[in-house]
């Protein structure tokens, strides 16, 4: 019998890699999808880098209707929720996105981190 494989950790050699992997994981965005592109029928209007203290860089395309949430190979699709606030959400089953102006928060309660924007693709 083998031992099951070993997940990298955060911030070791495996870098942005592990960092994705274990964002994915914490907030159960794996396995929506493994792609490295947005399907065609997609288009999404913007695309956002952001920098998450201690976790890395996350991607963000979106368009009116939905986004990709994108950390190094894996990707999560997140469709807008209806919301009166001066914030824009999209929502995953447990995960929550929100967007207030140049910060990007993730929210899986009771977990819950924010990121700065640093640059628009």
Not at 50 to 68: K, S, T
Request: include cysteine; hydrophobic fraction near 35%.
């Amino acid at each position: 019998m083998t031992a099951p494989p070993q997940l990298p950790r955060c911030g070791t050699g495996a870098g942005l890699a592990a960092a994705a992997l274990g964002l994915g994981l914490a907030f159960g965005l794996m396995p929506t999808t493994l792609r490295a592109q947005a399907p065609w029928w997609e288009q999404y209007e913007q695309k956002e880098r952001y920098l998450c203290p201690g976790r890395g860089v996350l991607q963000l395309e979106r368009n009116a209707d939905q986004a990709a949430l994108i950390s190094g190979r894996h990707r999560s699709t997140l469709f807008r929720e209806a919301y009166e606030g001066p914030d824009v959400r999209y929502r995953d089953g447990r995960l929550l996105l929100i967007l207030r102006g140049d910060e990007l928060t993730l929210e899986d309660l009771p977990q819950r981190f924010t990121c700065l924007r640093t640059e628009q693709v």
